[in-house]
Protein backbone atom coordinates (compact mmCIF):
# COMPACT_ATOMS: atom_id res chain seq x y z
CA UNK A 1 0.00 0.00 0.00
CA UNK A 2 1.29 3.20 -1.18
CA UNK A 3 1.83 5.95 1.58
CA UNK A 4 -0.69 8.21 -0.59
CA UNK A 5 -3.33 5.52 -0.25
CA UNK A 6 -2.61 4.52 3.39
CA UNK A 7 -3.92 8.63 4.53
CA UNK A 8 -6.27 8.23 2.07
CA UNK A 9 -7.40 5.17 4.29
CA UNK A 10 -7.22 6.97 7.36
CA UNK A 11 -9.28 10.24 6.39
CA UNK A 12 -11.91 8.10 4.87
CA UNK A 13 -12.90 5.28 6.75
CA UNK A 14 -16.76 4.72 8.37
CA UNK A 15 -17.38 4.87 11.86
CA UNK A 16 -15.85 6.55 15.20
CA UNK A 17 -12.34 4.97 14.50
CA UNK A 18 -9.95 6.15 12.18
CA UNK A 19 -6.71 4.29 12.13
CA UNK A 20 -4.00 4.58 9.79
CA UNK A 21 -2.17 1.77 8.22
CA UNK A 22 1.08 1.37 9.64
CA UNK A 23 3.82 3.98 7.70
CA UNK A 24 6.89 3.81 8.17
CA UNK A 25 8.44 7.70 9.41
CA UNK A 26 11.60 9.58 9.43
CA UNK A 27 11.66 10.85 12.95
CA UNK A 28 9.00 10.96 15.73
CA UNK A 29 6.17 13.06 15.14
CA UNK A 30 2.62 14.50 16.79
CA UNK A 31 -0.31 15.34 15.54
CA UNK A 32 -0.81 18.67 13.87
CA UNK A 33 -2.04 21.92 16.29
CA UNK A 34 -5.19 23.47 15.86
CA UNK A 35 -3.14 26.26 14.51
CA UNK A 36 -1.45 24.39 11.78
CA UNK A 37 -4.90 22.91 10.68
CA UNK A 38 -6.46 26.36 11.30
CA UNK A 39 -3.59 27.29 8.47
CA UNK A 40 -4.52 24.35 6.16
CA UNK A 41 -8.18 25.76 6.33
CA UNK A 42 -7.16 29.27 5.54
CA UNK A 43 -7.74 29.08 2.23
CA UNK A 44 -11.41 27.54 1.71
CA UNK A 45 -13.76 30.82 1.92
CA UNK A 46 -17.12 30.44 3.64
CA UNK A 47 -20.02 33.25 4.03
CA UNK A 48 -21.81 34.53 7.04
CA UNK A 49 -23.91 36.73 7.79
CA UNK A 50 -21.76 40.09 9.37
CA UNK A 51 -22.98 43.43 10.71
CA UNK A 52 -20.08 45.95 10.06
CA UNK A 53 -21.73 48.57 12.12
CA UNK A 54 -21.46 46.54 15.20
CA UNK A 55 -19.05 44.75 14.32
CA UNK A 56 -20.62 41.62 15.15
CA UNK A 57 -21.55 38.03 13.65
CA UNK A 58 -25.39 37.49 13.54
CA UNK A 59 -26.50 35.02 15.31
CA UNK A 60 -29.28 32.66 15.20
CA UNK A 61 -31.70 30.97 17.26
CA UNK A 62 -32.57 27.59 17.56
CA UNK A 63 -35.13 25.62 19.81
CA UNK A 64 -34.03 21.75 20.33
CA UNK A 65 -35.04 19.60 22.56
CA UNK A 66 -37.03 22.40 24.50
CA UNK A 67 -33.29 23.98 24.97
CA UNK A 68 -32.33 27.34 22.46
CA UNK A 69 -29.11 27.24 20.99
CA UNK A 70 -27.35 30.35 19.81
CA UNK A 71 -25.61 29.14 16.28
CA UNK A 72 -23.29 31.04 14.11
CA UNK A 73 -24.04 30.04 10.43
CA UNK A 74 -21.66 30.10 7.46
CA UNK A 75 -22.16 28.65 4.47
CA UNK A 76 -19.95 26.64 1.87
CA UNK A 77 -22.30 27.81 -0.67
CA UNK A 78 -22.45 31.60 -1.06
CA UNK A 79 -25.76 31.25 -2.53
CA UNK A 80 -27.35 29.57 0.44
CA UNK A 81 -26.36 32.61 2.87
CA UNK A 82 -27.89 35.31 0.81
CA UNK A 83 -30.85 33.32 0.23
CA UNK A 84 -31.05 33.15 4.33
CA UNK A 85 -30.11 36.51 4.22
CA UNK A 86 -33.21 37.83 1.77
CA UNK A 87 -35.72 35.10 4.03
CA UNK A 88 -34.72 37.46 6.83
CA UNK A 89 -35.08 40.55 5.22
CA UNK A 90 -38.70 39.89 3.91
CA UNK A 91 -39.76 38.50 7.48
CA UNK A 92 -38.45 41.61 8.85
CA UNK A 93 -36.81 40.37 11.46
CA UNK A 94 -34.22 41.71 13.92
CA UNK A 95 -31.21 39.68 12.56
CA UNK A 96 -31.75 40.99 9.43
CA UNK A 97 -30.79 44.61 10.38
CA UNK A 98 -27.78 46.01 9.07
CA UNK A 99 -26.10 42.51 8.07
CA UNK A 100 -24.73 41.75 5.04
CA UNK A 101 -23.07 38.49 3.33
CA UNK A 102 -19.34 38.21 4.15
CA UNK A 103 -16.37 35.63 3.42
CA UNK A 104 -14.53 34.27 5.97
CA UNK A 105 -12.10 31.63 6.06
CA UNK A 106 -13.00 28.36 6.96
CA UNK A 107 -10.09 28.46 9.74
CA UNK A 108 -11.61 31.56 11.66
CA UNK A 109 -14.84 29.18 11.80
CA UNK A 110 -12.56 26.30 12.60
CA UNK A 111 -10.85 27.98 15.85
CA UNK A 112 -13.84 30.02 17.21
CA UNK A 113 -15.49 26.33 17.16
CA UNK A 114 -12.97 24.45 19.33
CA UNK A 115 -12.79 27.82 21.76
CA UNK A 116 -16.63 27.57 21.98
CA UNK A 117 -16.29 23.92 22.84
CA UNK A 118 -17.93 23.16 26.29
CA UNK A 119 -19.46 26.45 26.62
CA UNK A 120 -23.12 26.72 26.10
CA UNK A 121 -23.31 30.29 26.99
CA UNK A 122 -21.54 31.33 24.10
CA UNK A 123 -22.73 31.02 20.17
CA UNK A 124 -21.52 27.93 18.43
CA UNK A 125 -19.80 28.60 15.01
CA UNK A 126 -21.37 25.97 12.52
CA UNK A 127 -20.55 25.45 8.51
CA UNK A 128 -23.50 24.14 6.72
CA UNK A 129 -22.71 22.38 3.83
CA UNK A 130 -23.77 22.71 -0.05
CA UNK A 131 -27.01 20.81 -0.52
CA UNK A 132 -26.15 19.20 -3.67
CA UNK A 133 -22.78 18.10 -3.00
CA UNK A 134 -24.78 16.49 0.26
CA UNK A 135 -27.16 14.58 -3.04
CA UNK A 136 -23.80 13.68 -4.42
CA UNK A 137 -22.78 12.18 -1.28
CA UNK A 138 -25.66 10.42 -0.58
CA UNK A 139 -25.67 8.76 -3.70
CA UNK A 140 -22.13 7.73 -3.49
CA UNK A 141 -23.25 6.00 -0.26
CA UNK A 142 -26.82 4.37 -1.77
CA UNK A 143 -23.90 3.11 -4.51
CA UNK A 144 -21.61 0.98 -2.09
CA UNK A 145 -24.90 -0.87 -0.62
CA UNK A 146 -25.38 1.48 2.53
CA UNK A 147 -28.87 1.51 3.02
CA UNK A 148 -28.66 4.81 5.72
CA UNK A 149 -29.91 8.10 3.46
CA UNK A 150 -28.63 10.65 6.16
CA UNK A 151 -25.51 12.29 5.43
CA UNK A 152 -24.06 14.33 8.34
CA UNK A 153 -20.91 16.88 7.64
CA UNK A 154 -19.48 18.53 5.33
CA UNK A 155 -18.70 16.29 2.16
CA UNK A 156 -15.21 16.23 1.22
CA UNK A 157 -14.18 14.43 -2.54
CA UNK A 158 -11.14 12.75 -3.08
CA UNK A 159 -9.03 10.63 -5.53
CA UNK A 160 -6.80 7.87 -3.22
CA UNK A 161 -5.22 6.46 -6.76
CA UNK A 162 -3.79 10.13 -8.16
CA UNK A 163 -0.91 10.48 -7.19
CA UNK A 164 0.01 14.49 -6.74
CA UNK A 165 3.02 16.45 -6.08
CA UNK A 166 3.32 19.69 -4.17
CA UNK A 167 7.14 21.10 -4.62
CA UNK A 168 7.82 21.34 -0.74
CA UNK A 169 10.21 24.41 0.65
CA UNK A 170 13.44 22.20 0.08
CA UNK A 171 12.30 22.02 -3.39
CA UNK A 172 11.47 18.15 -4.19
CA UNK A 173 8.16 17.30 -4.89
CA UNK A 174 6.25 15.94 -1.43
CA UNK A 175 3.27 14.08 -2.19
CA UNK A 176 -0.44 15.27 -1.33
CA UNK A 177 -3.95 14.51 -0.79
CA UNK A 178 -6.36 16.88 -2.41
CA UNK A 179 -9.91 16.63 -0.20
CA UNK A 180 -12.34 18.43 -2.66
CA UNK A 181 -15.49 20.35 -1.33
CA UNK A 182 -17.43 19.76 -5.25
CA UNK A 183 -16.89 16.58 -6.84
CA UNK A 184 -17.29 18.55 -10.37
CA UNK A 185 -14.59 19.69 -9.61
CA UNK A 186 -12.51 16.98 -8.83
CA UNK A 187 -13.57 15.18 -11.75
CA UNK A 188 -12.74 17.64 -13.69
CA UNK A 189 -9.12 17.82 -12.35
CA UNK A 190 -8.89 14.33 -13.00
CA UNK A 191 -10.32 14.17 -16.42
CA UNK A 192 -8.19 16.99 -17.48
CA UNK A 193 -5.03 14.76 -15.83
CA UNK A 194 -5.71 11.90 -18.05
CA UNK A 195 -5.64 14.22 -21.15
CA UNK A 196 -1.91 14.90 -20.12
CA UNK A 197 -1.06 11.23 -19.76
CA UNK A 198 -1.67 8.24 -21.23
CA UNK A 199 -0.94 5.67 -18.96
CA UNK A 200 -3.09 7.34 -16.55
CA UNK A 201 -5.64 7.59 -19.14
CA UNK A 202 -6.05 3.76 -19.44
CA UNK A 203 -6.35 3.73 -15.36
CA UNK A 204 -9.04 4.13 -13.14
CA UNK A 205 -9.44 6.87 -10.55
CA UNK A 206 -12.40 5.87 -8.17
CA UNK A 207 -13.44 8.44 -6.30
CA UNK A 208 -14.37 8.38 -2.57
CA UNK A 209 -16.33 10.42 -0.45
CA UNK A 210 -15.72 11.30 3.85
CA UNK A 211 -16.48 14.19 5.81
CA UNK A 212 -14.90 17.47 6.81
CA UNK A 213 -15.44 16.94 10.20
CA UNK A 214 -13.87 13.50 10.05
CA UNK A 215 -10.91 14.18 8.12
CA UNK A 216 -10.32 17.40 11.07
CA UNK A 217 -10.64 14.74 13.53
CA UNK A 218 -7.75 12.61 12.06
CA UNK A 219 -5.40 15.35 11.76
CA UNK A 220 -5.63 16.33 15.13
CA UNK A 221 -5.44 12.95 16.93
CA UNK A 222 -3.12 10.95 13.80
CA UNK A 223 0.51 10.87 14.59
CA UNK A 224 1.74 9.95 11.50
CA UNK A 225 3.60 13.02 9.69
CA UNK A 226 2.46 11.65 6.57
CA UNK A 227 -1.29 13.03 7.73
CA UNK A 228 0.60 16.98 6.87
CA UNK A 229 -0.29 16.05 3.02
CA UNK A 230 -4.24 16.39 3.64
CA UNK A 231 -4.72 19.87 1.47
CA UNK A 232 -8.36 21.57 1.16
CA UNK A 233 -9.55 22.28 -2.00
CA UNK A 234 -12.37 25.18 -1.84
CA UNK A 235 -14.86 25.05 -4.80
CA UNK A 236 -13.91 26.96 -7.31
CA UNK A 237 -17.45 29.06 -7.78
CA UNK A 238 -16.54 30.34 -4.37
CA UNK A 239 -12.79 31.33 -5.32
CA UNK A 240 -13.84 32.84 -8.61
CA UNK A 241 -16.14 35.02 -6.65
CA UNK A 242 -13.22 36.04 -3.46
CA UNK A 243 -11.09 36.73 -6.69
CA UNK A 244 -13.24 38.86 -8.47
CA UNK A 245 -14.57 41.13 -5.02
CA UNK A 246 -11.24 41.48 -4.27
CA UNK A 247 -9.97 42.30 -7.97
CA UNK A 248 -13.30 45.09 -7.39
CA UNK A 249 -12.40 46.36 -4.13
CA UNK A 250 -9.32 48.91 -4.47
CA UNK A 251 -9.48 49.58 -0.59
CA UNK A 252 -7.65 46.52 1.50
CA UNK A 253 -8.90 48.03 4.72
CA UNK A 254 -12.56 46.82 2.84
CA UNK A 255 -10.78 43.63 1.44
CA UNK A 256 -9.83 41.91 4.73
CA UNK A 257 -13.04 39.91 4.85
CA UNK A 258 -12.58 38.43 1.57
CA UNK A 259 -9.57 37.33 2.63
CA UNK A 260 -9.22 33.62 1.54
CA UNK A 261 -6.43 32.78 -1.36
CA UNK A 262 -6.55 30.11 -3.81
CA UNK A 263 -5.31 26.30 -3.05
CA UNK A 264 -1.96 25.96 -3.31
CA UNK A 265 -1.36 24.17 -6.46
CA UNK A 266 0.16 20.75 -7.10
CA UNK A 267 1.00 19.28 -10.10
CA UNK A 268 0.60 15.24 -10.81
CA UNK A 269 3.96 13.27 -9.78
CA UNK A 270 5.36 10.81 -12.09
CA UNK A 271 3.94 11.90 -15.32
CA UNK A 272 5.81 12.85 -18.53
CA UNK A 273 3.32 15.89 -19.08
CA UNK A 274 2.62 18.20 -16.08
CA UNK A 275 -1.17 17.71 -14.88
CA UNK A 276 -3.32 20.33 -14.44
CA UNK A 277 -3.94 21.98 -11.29
CA UNK A 278 -5.94 20.19 -8.75
CA UNK A 279 -7.18 23.84 -7.45
CA UNK A 280 -10.56 24.83 -9.39
CA UNK A 281 -9.47 26.68 -12.53
CA UNK A 282 -10.50 30.83 -12.01
Not at 32 to 58: G, W
Amino acid sequence: MTRIHSIATAVGLAGGALVASVLTAVAPAIALTQEEVARKLNNVPVFTLFNPELKKFAVASLEVDGKSISLVPSYVDRTDAERLLQEQRSANTAIAKGVEVRTIPLSLVFLESEKSKNKPDQPAFQVVPDEDEIKIALQMQAAEGKKDQNWRGIPLFYAPNLGITLKGADGKPQPILPMYFSRADLETYVAEAKKGDAALAKTQIPIKVTTLDRVLQTLLTNNDPAMNQVEFIPPRASLEYVVQSQRQNANPQNAKPQNAKPANQPAAPAQKKQAPNPAPKK
